[in-house]
């Protein structure tokens, strides 16, 4: 009974008129998801997560996406429904929302194990950066350097995209490749900096957008 309640009252809060109300109740989710069992969680929870996902306002959706990368949150779910939801909104319009999104997956990389990350998080990474839309390719810029962290074998294909969004035809797309240049090559081997991120770097810093330049010149100092 007390699941039901739980989930019903959630529910009900969520369909407030007020959007404080309905972001307090989203940030109740941890206490929600400690009165249900597993299986409640994975079927009847995160169908809802998806519904309001579907149709709610941008603050709602900027409190699910920053809830779902709590470390809690995540000891409590299935990792695959936590991707799914952010995969959702790391492709949102909202800027705001999409940051947050990729600001909890990379909390979720961090608390996944490296098969996990190379089994699940590493095709999520790939498919955003292959979207048809620029949001879900401006999601994925941010991603990398967590994914590469442990990527193993996929080190090679996850170097070789950043490089791609980097030099895309989409100004917003290589603005979001600039801004993360320096930090991915914290995390990639010497060799490959001197023989691919350099020149990269070389390129966008005479990019014919100022942001873009901008960008890549505050790369440079962790590159």
Known sequence: MEEINALELLKEELNADEVHLKVNAIHRMKTVMMSMNPDNIKNDLFKFIYHLIDIECDEVLFAIAEEMGKTDIFHLA????????????????????????????????????????????????????????????????????KAYEKGGSHKEELRKKF?????????????????????????????????????????????????????????????
């Not at 299935?78 to 909890?104: I, P, Y």
């Not at 048809?132 to 990398?144: E, I, Y």
């Open 163 to 223: 490089l791609e969004l980097c030099n895309e035809d989409t100004p917003i797309v290589r603005r979001a490749g600039s801004k993360m240049l320096g930090e991915f090559a914290t995390h990639v081997e010497k060799t490959h900096v001197i023989q691919e991120i350099l020149p990269c770097f070389r390129k966008l810093a005479q990019d014919e957008q100022d942001q873009i330049r901008l960008l890549c010149i505050e790369s440079l100092i962790p590159l």
């Open 78 to 145: 299935d990792v695959n429904q936590l991707l799914e939801a952010l995969e959702k909104l790391a492709g949102s319009d909202e800027t705001v929302v999409r940051e947050q999104a990729s600001l909890s997956l990379r909390n979720i990389c961090i608390n996944m194990d490296e098969s996990d990350v190379q089994d699940i998080f590493i095709p999520l990474v790939l498919k955003l950066a292959s979207s048809d839309w620029f949001p879900g390719r401006v999601s994925a810029s941010s991603l990398f350097c």
